[in-house]
């Protein structure tokens, strides 16, 4: 990756860009000429049933999957040969679907991990174990600690992660994705597994990180993403049916298709797992 893609263009106002994105797995279309443009500031959402291609989207933003054809621009700048371990340099972070914390690091530890962008002492300050080094991971356990005070679960610093909630694991997660600063935040499923409760509260943060960074998040309940998204992005099969305010992907009736497809499609499977309730249904 060239130092050239951590500079801004100032002439593109959106910080990440997507044109004609188009991901194959085999025979299969994850992805089908895809666009999309996030704003600094927003929340933009992106829903779609299972299988639609919402991480897979994400992982061609982390550089986890290579699309087949289209462009994919941050601040401007092609972004064509970035690899996940470039995000935190340049400004990106994700929560996985899940929650992915390392079980044999403490909670403070873990959120240290998600901190590189920040953290210059390099390894051969390391190796030779000058003070600069521990200057740095001084400072970086203060930063992760009040990242994760400012989520409100300072008090399990010292926790490992197979003790606590999966609420609070979450927390954990969002913390070290935001401990480098990011100024794009992917979100995968934050609200999955959590309390009606719990989501309130995400709700609230989400709709606080706004004044800080973009958002873009993944999701599958509904109140939460027309609670605070801006925007949304409909995906079915790969395909973009349906793009604009949440009010007004409620009401197209290409997405009502999809969520109803869906449900007929779960019926015939009786599944019976963490598949949307109607409840979760776009309109509903
Ligand atoms: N690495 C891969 N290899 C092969 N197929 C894949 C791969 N990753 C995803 N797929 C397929 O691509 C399609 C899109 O998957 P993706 O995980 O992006 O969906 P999703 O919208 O995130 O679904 P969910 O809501 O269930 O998380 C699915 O059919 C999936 O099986
Ligand atoms: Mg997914």
């Not at 371990?85 to 992915?100: E, P, Y």
């Not at 356990?141 to 008090?155: D, I």
């Not at 979100?187 to 873009?216: M, N």
């Not at 599958?220 to 801006?230: A, E, G, I, S, T």
Request: hydrophobic fraction near 45%; glycine fraction near 10%; charged fraction near 25%.
């Amino acid at each position: 990756m060239s130092e050239e893609s951590l500079a801004t263009d100032p002439a593109d106002p959106d910080l990440l860009r997507l044109r004609d994105v188009t991901v194959r797995f085999g025979g299969l279309v994850a992805l089908d000429a895809v666009s999309l443009s996030v704003p600094p500031g927003r929340v933009t959402g992106v829903i779609g049933p299972n299988g639609a291609g919402k991480t897979t989207l994400f992982n061609v933003v982390c550089g986890f999957v290579r699309p087949q054809a289209g462009e994919l621009r941050w601040r401007g700048r092609v972004l064509s040969r970035h690899r996940p371990h470039d995000l935190a340099r340049l400004g990106i972070a994700r929560t996985l679907q899940g929650v992915g914390l390392f079980p044999g690091l403490t909670v403070l530890e873990n959120v240290m991990v998600g901190a590189d962008r920040h953290a210059r002492a390099g390894f051969l300050a390391d190796l030779l174990a000058l003070p600069r080094a521990d200057r740095d991971e001084r400072a970086l356990r203060e930063r992760a600690l009040a990242r994760l005070e400012s989520l409100g679960v300072a008090e399990v610093a010292d926790r490992l992660p197979g003790e606590l909630s999966y609420g609070v694991c979450k927390r954990v997660a969002l913390a070290r994705a935001l401990v480098g600063d990011p100024d794009l935040l992917l979100l995968d499923e934050p609200a999955a597994g959590l309390s009606a409760g719990e989501i309130a509260e995400l709700a609230e943060l989400i709709r606080g990180l706004r004044d800080d960074l973009a958002v873009v998040l993944v999701e599958h309940h509904m109140d939460l993403v027309m609670d605070v998204c801006d925007r949304v992005l409909v995906l079915d099969f790969g395909k973009v049916i349906a793009h604009g305010t949440p009010a007004e992907v409620r009401d197209d009736p290409a997405v009502v298709a999809a969520y109803l497809g869906e449900e007929v499609r779960d019926a015939d499977a009786e599944a019976g797992g963490t598949r949307q309730s109607a409840s979760e249904v776009p309109g509903a």
